[in-house]
């Protein structure tokens, strides 16, 4: 069975920075690599946010709120997700979530394999 578990999560100060993985199981080297894969985020009382996704060509999208500051990558021999996060707000305070897309090869947007969430704390 498909699995996904988020580690790195911590509390930081106001322009420090965190690295985020997110372990890949029950995935073959070629469903894995094939997987457009996400990082999404969600504060208290608010909705969910996708804040960086990778596909399999390795290409990258992030929303104005991060962009500059997230970086997402992918390493595939290990079936594992990465998201470098630099010069952290408090803004950025949240469980972070990373996310396997339901398509094999392209982003769907649909998001059928979701880790646990690691959290995210930034002060000020």
């Known amino acids: 069975q498909e699995r996904l578990v988020e580690s790195g999560g911590g509390s930081v100060q106001t322009g420090g920075s965190l690295r985020l993985s997110c372990a890949a199981s029950?995935?073959?080297?070629?469903?894995?690599?094939?997987?457009?894969m996400a990082w999404f985020r969600q504060a208290p009382g608010e909705e969910r946010e996708r804040v960086a996704h990778?596909?399999?060509?390795?290409?990258?999208m992030y929303p104005d709120s991060v962009k500059g500051r997230f970086t997402i990558s992918r390493d595939n021999a290990k079936n594992t997700l990465y998201l470098q996060m630099n010069s952290l707000k408090p803004e950025d305070t949240a469980m972070y979530y990373c996310?396997?897309?339901?398509?094999?090869?392209?982003?769907?947007?649909?998001?059928?394999?979701w880790g646990q969430g690691t959290q995210v704390t930034v002060s000020s």
């Open positions: 996310a396997a897309d339901r398509a094999n090869g392209y982003c769907s947007g649909s998001w059928s394999v």
């Open positions: 029950g995935y073959t080297y070629s469903s894995y690599s094939s997987k457009c």
């Open positions: 990778i596909d399999k060509n390795r290409s990258t």
